[in-house]
């Protein structure tokens, strides 16, 4: 091989790791910024002048329980979309599942579209208050973005890529495990990213039904008009959503096979 | 499908992988037996198709899209499973087999490569044997020794991502991949279709070195004529609905095109095409008097008036052509001399004789000598030659025992020959018409078209 290849390969090989490097270094500045901002925050509760009924909410024991409490929901929810939307993206780009494709995605769109917070209301009373019916609204809200990203990312694989393998022996099974899901890895993480990020936020809803969470601040700060309260719980989930959106990144940044 | 053959396959299958005639070749012969692929109530893809792939060749597959080219090639390795029909592989039916276990024991080479963008080339290329299940050392040792079989330094190239790699070299690693478990067969689905000319041409020659190393039976689609002509031992030409057009060497094709069809398909260069398929070593070269310089003059002389010749060739003493000189030059000198040679069109004896013509032409003579190794002379060969070479290629094919290949339904009986060797032959009374001989080339290593059989079987 001319050496002028090998140097073209060698400067490819330098850009990639190059670009490896920024991103990870990229991930570093998130979590910095957003442990500024909790400290600031803390330091303000602490320091502030707090009437009586703000301190009621606003320390530290009962901001651990909500948040918690929040991280529960979003926890469990997640790991349900996962296990649910992830397999059926999966069985609806099989063969003789595809033609289930549209009906399925218009369920998850309805899923979607429809205000979270009248879901959440009918699945209440459908389900009992508490924390099943929310956490039944949150899957069915972040399902869509599981689902269609896995779907698109399977599509995405180049077909000559699963022929080849194919064309080498391996069974279907095999083919989807080595070949379709490590190369979909991307697209997919950045669907369950999207999903993690919808559920912190809509999670503060869950207060309505008695779901408990960080909603709490929120409904207390309307309700009792203590903008402080309300402001500071705001913030907090704001915050919250964007370190689950930082560890996925970090995951992304680490499962995303190299080659890609 | 109802046939009685299929026992009888089963019984004698086994003996045919080992039989020790064979040794020589590690390709498998392969057998397509009236095979259909139609998709729903669609005109068929594939129609009635018999096939014979002689073992340790290199066939081609042409034809314009949508010919079933390419689906036949699959419906070998079952990526494509045929409608009906059997595919028989060395004596085994295949056609029931598990299509994943069939596959590992065939290469399969695609376009790009079809590498495998998350692994490295080392991992892309360890897939099989991993499959295999062979052990870690093993698949080491394999990889880098086929990285090198495809001219890529281990050292460098094993654990590069194949984004990493320019197209060639991708091309390449797919070759080394196809070939990992070293099976008998690989099939190639227009391999080099998505690569510059100039690489294309390097992967080509290539190509025929690996070949030339292995003698794997090898299948390869192709929609370029030329590819064909230079890569193949025998070229099928298809046509819609997986018609086989013709089935030949590139010789015959060329120059007995067996229709319209096939003409069309090959264009008009097919003359010119035909003087590239033979090389000047394989024609008849004339000989001329020749006299090395230092000779005595007197004695050429004599030669040439016996002879009857006016003309005659001056070697140095290394026996190199210098020029000519004529019968009355001669007379006057006492020792042959070169200070009056003419200037003669030189070729060597493995120049195509296209290129040979193309000396003589451009240099305006009407022949040229021809040289062997380090430059030595051989003879002359004339234009004469060329032309009558043209006729002898245009008669010579017939000679050839063609492998099996029509649409008509008929299948070639299997017949176990003494050693046990298996060989088809078609029912003449069936196909009298398609099939012009009912030997089996490849048992009986009948094949002129063959030049290489020296490796031992692995």
């Known amino acids: 091989m001319s050496s002028a290849t090998q140097e073209q390969t060698e400067t490819k090989e330098a850009t990639a790791s190059l670009t490896q490097a920024n991103s990870w270094k990229g991930l570093l500045i998130q979590p910095i910024v957003l442990l500024v901002i909790l400290g600031v925050m803390f330091w303000w509760m602490s320091t502030a002048d707090l009437t009586e009924t703000e301190r009621i909410t606003l320390n530290a024991s009962y901001l651990s329980t909500l948040a918690w409490e929040h991280l529960k929901l979003t926890i469990i929810s997640a790991v349900i979309v996962l296990v649910t939307a992830i397999p059926v993206g999966i069985l609806l780009t099989r063969g003789p599942f595809r033609k289930l494709t549209t009906p399925v995605m218009a369920l998850a769109n309805i899923g979607q579209a429809a205000p979270p917070v009248g879901l959440i209301v009918l699945f209440a009373f459908w389900l009992s208050f508490g924390t099943t019916a929310a956490i039944v609204t949150l899957v069915v809200y972040a399902f869509l973005p599981v689902l269609k990203n896995t779907m698109v990312g399977l599509e995405a694989v180049d077909k000559r890529t699963i022929e080849a393998a194919r064309g080498m022996g391996m069974s279907p099974g095999m083919v989807l495990w080595k070949v379709e899901l490590p190369l979909a890895v991307p697209v997919m993480l950045a669907g369950i990213r999207t999903a993690l990020v919808l559920l912190v936020g809509t999670a503060t809803l869950a207060t309505f039904i008695n779901g408990g969470g960080l909603g709490l601040l929120i409904t207390t700060g309307v309700n009792l008009a203590l903008d402080r309260v309300l402001i500071f719980g705001s913030l907090l989930v704001a915050v919250f959503a964007l370190a689950v959106d930082w560890i996925a990144r970090v995951i992304e940044t680490a499962v995303t096979p190299k080659g890609l | 499908m109802p046939n009685s053959t299929a026992d009888h396959n089963s019984s004698t299958g086994n003996k045919v992988a080992f039989n020790p005639s064979m040794t020589e070749i590690t390709g498998a012969t392969i057998l ?146 196809a070939l990992a478990a070293d099976p008998p067969v690989l099939l190639m689905d227009e391999p080099f279709g998505a690569v510059d000319p100039i690489t294309r041409q390097r992967l080509q020659e290539e190509l025929i070195h690996v070949q030339a190393e292995l003698h794997k039976t090898i299948v390869f689609v192709t929609h370029d004529f030329d590819e064909a002509v230079k890569l193949g031992d025998w070229i099928v030409i298809f046509n819609e609905g997986g018609k086989i057009e013709q089935y030949g060497t590139p010789e015959q094709i060329l120059a007995h095109p067996a229709n319209e069809f096939v003409e069309d398909f090959i264009g008009s260069g097919a003359g010119l095409k035909q003087l590239g398929l033979t090389r000047v070593r394989d024609v008849d070269i004339r000989q001329a008097p020749a006299f090395t310089v230092g000779e005595d003059a007197a004695t050429a002389v004599a030669h040439m008036n016996e002879a009857g010749v006016l003309r005659a060739i001056v070697l140095d003493s290394r026996d190199r052509p210098i020029g000519w000189v004529t019968r009355r030059q001669l007379e006057r000198m006492t020792t042959v001399g070169a200070a009056h040679a003419r200037q003669f069109p030189v070729v060597s004896d493995s120049a195509t004789l296209d290129d040979a013509l193309d000396t003589m032409l451009v240099a305006g003579s009407s022949d040229a000598a021809v040289t062997g190794s380090r430059g030595a002379y051989q003879g002359i060969i004339t234009v004469q030659t060329v032309i009558k070479a043209i006729d002898h290629i245009s008669a010579d094919p017939e000679e050839v025992s063609t492998p099996v290949g029509h649409n008509t339904g008929a299948i070639p009986k299997l017949a176990t020959g003494e050693n046990g060797v298996i060989s088809y032959a078609m029912d003449e009374e069936e196909t009298a018409t398609e099939v012009e001989n009912d030997s089996a080339p490849w048992a009986e290593h009948s094949d002129p078209a063959e030049t290489h059989r020296g490796s031992e079987r692995a």
């Not at chain 2, 034809?63 to 390795?77: A, E």
């Not at chain 2, 045929?82 to 376009?111: A, C, F, K, W």
């Open chain 2, 32 to 177: 397509l037996e009236n095979v259909t692929k139609s998709y729903g109530a669609k005109k068929a893809a594939v129609n009635q198709l018999t096939l014979e792939i002689p073992a340790g060749k290199t066939v081609m597959f042409v034809g314009p899209s949508g010919c079933g080219k390419t689906t036949t090639l699959k419906m070998i390795n079952r990526l494509i499973e045929p409608t009906s029909g059997r595919i028989v592989i060395n004596g085994e039916d295949v056609t029931t087999m598990n299509g994943d276990e069939l596959r590992r024991r065939i290469g399969y080479v695609i376009q790009a490569g079809g590498l495998l963008p998350h692994l490295t080339v080392g991992a892309n290329v360890g897939l099989v044997p991993k499959m295999l299940k062979w052990d870690k050392q093993r698949i080491a040792d394999r990889t880098d020794e086929l990285l090198e079989l495809v001219s890529l330094d281990p050292e460098i190239y094993r654990d590069r991502y194949p984004k990493e790699l320019s197209g060639g070299q991708q091309q390449r690693v797919g070759v080394a991949r």
